[in-house]
């Protein structure tokens, strides 16, 4: 099949690179003409982990261009990921969605195809496709659903840092269809493509969409119950949270996935998915308790870690840290709702406090938004040196291999997930870790 993928951010670039290097015949679209010529060159757009070699393994099978009608003529199938971002009440703007398919429907106007599929994969508020963008095509282009062309619900549950590899080996392919057609063409455009064996989940638009926000509001619940659990722990005489969460998802019917105490959820995904779940629901009269209070949760955690932090400082006197660890998870260079940058604006709050910061990939966008309120380093042992205390905040690798010959002085490090290994730290440090009693 040929598909045509709009845009060509850092999921959809992913994904237009997947379908191509799989075999497919595919067309990038974005109005960013970097990211275009980027792709025309063979070239990564931005860092992605496996991006830049999916790119060169699609031999050709890949290009871009801005023309939305080229997209549109030259393929059997468009694929929309766009951002859907954030209103103020939680529910989710479809006002890119519909600027893009206001485009391809007036190509599809003129258009001689007798048939064509629309896939959405972009998060939108349950109800948005049938409501607002299915009618807005079938009004621009004058063609009729299901007759001239076909919709799907198609959202990726793929995290950033990771995406190359969770599109390729998903656990299920959540597809809502506007009819059986439409589906069976979506599901067809998989085959070969996904490298695991993953579920089908076929069903109503409606029923997808509302999935794809609930499973990301379930799991924000998991790891607010996890990190909960942590900080018991740290009260209680002689117990280890990962003793604990490993006993926990060793039972089938709770699984280990997600399951692991340390700093709160972030991210662009997580946070406001949980949200929009809740403020979904409250437009039918549903009020969701449980995501309220893991939203307040993931909160509070960060207040737990930020006031343990200043306890830390009093009682020592001092009052310079390090953070390493900006982005709100390993290997990307993404800092929204990033438990450590909001650590941070805690701690800012307490004047005297001077800060530190390190991170493999994410130190330059940290600067562009917090500029001379925080101190730069280059390198692990620049960040810890001279300070009183460290705060481990990612799982990145480089950060996972602090060891005595990145220390100077003497130090306290927390080690928020647990990662580094204290006997390899050395006498000067006090290690401390989130989740266990101390």
């Known amino acids: ?13 992913c994904s237009a690179a997947c379908f191509a290097a799989k075999g497919h015949q595919v067309i990038g679209v974005d109005i960013n003409q970097s990211f275009v010529d980027a792709i025309n060159s063979g070239k990564a757009p931005f860092v992605e982990p496996q991006l830049q070699e999916t790119i060169t393994s699609a031999k050709g099978r890949l290009s871009a261009t801005t023309d939305f009608s080229e997209a549109l003529n030259e393929t059997d199938i468009t694929m929309l990921i766009v951002p859907t971002p954030s209103r103020p009440d939680g529910n989710f703007s479809d006002d890119y969605l519909q600027d893009a398919l206001g485009l391809l429907a007036r190509a599809f106007k003129t258009s001689n195809k007798s048939y064509h ?5 972009s998060t939108v508020t349950p109800g948005t496709t049938e409501k607002n963008l299915i009618p ?4 621009i282009s004058g063609k009729k659903l299901n007759k001239d062309f076909g919709v799907c619900y198609n959202p990726e549950f793929i995290a950033l840092g990771s995406v190359v590899k969770d599109f390729l080996n998903p656990d299920i392919l959540l597809i809502g269809e506007s009819d059986k057609r439409a589906g069976d063409m979506l599901a067809e455009s998989y085959k070969n493509v996904c490298e695991s064996n993953p579920y089908y989940a076929r069903m109503s638009i409606i029923s997808a969409e509302i999935a794809k926000i ?25 117990s280890n949270i990962d003793d604990i969460t490993k006993a926990l998802g060793a039972d089938r019917r709770i699984s280990p996935f997600y399951l692991k105490g340390g700093l709160s959820y972030g991210g662009p995904c997580f946070p406001r998915d949980n949200r929009a779940f809740a403020a979904f629901a409250s437009n039918y009269g549903i009020e969701t308790e449980l995501a309220a209070t893991t939203d307040r949760v993931n909160s509070s955690n960060i207040k737990h870690v930020a006031e343990k ?18 982005s709100y998870k390993r290997d990307t260079c993404v800092i929204e709702e990033s438990p450590a940058t909001k650590l ?25 938004v917090y500029g001379e309120k925080l101190h730069y380093a280059e390198s692990i042992r620049e960040c810890l040196d001279g300070v009183s205390l460290g705060i481990v905040t990612t799982q990145a690798k480089e950060l996972k291999s602090i060891d005595s010959s990145c220390i100077g002085n003497s130090i306290t490090i927390i080690d928020c997930w647990r990662q580094l290994d204290p006997a390899r730290l050395g006498p000067k440090v006090k290690y401390l870790a989130l989740g266990r009693w101390q």
């Open 344 to 368: 941070i604006d805690e701690l800012l709050k307490k004047k005297k406090i001077e800060i530190t910061v390190y991170d493999p990939l994410a130190i330059e966008t940290v600067r562009a």
């Open 309 to 326: 932090i200043i306890g830390i400082l009093e009682k020592s006197n001092c009052s310079r840290i390090a953070v390493l660890g900006l």
């Open 1 to 13: 099949m040929k598909i045509s993928v709009i845009g060509l951010g850092k999921l959809g670039a």
């Open 214 to 238: 609930s499973l990301n509001s379930f799991i924000t619940l998991k790891i607010s119950f996890a990190n909960t659990l942590a900080r018991i722990c740290e009260a209680v005489p002689d």
């Open 136 to 139: 807005l095509i079938e009004k």
């Open 117 to 121: 599929l629309f896939v959405i994969t």
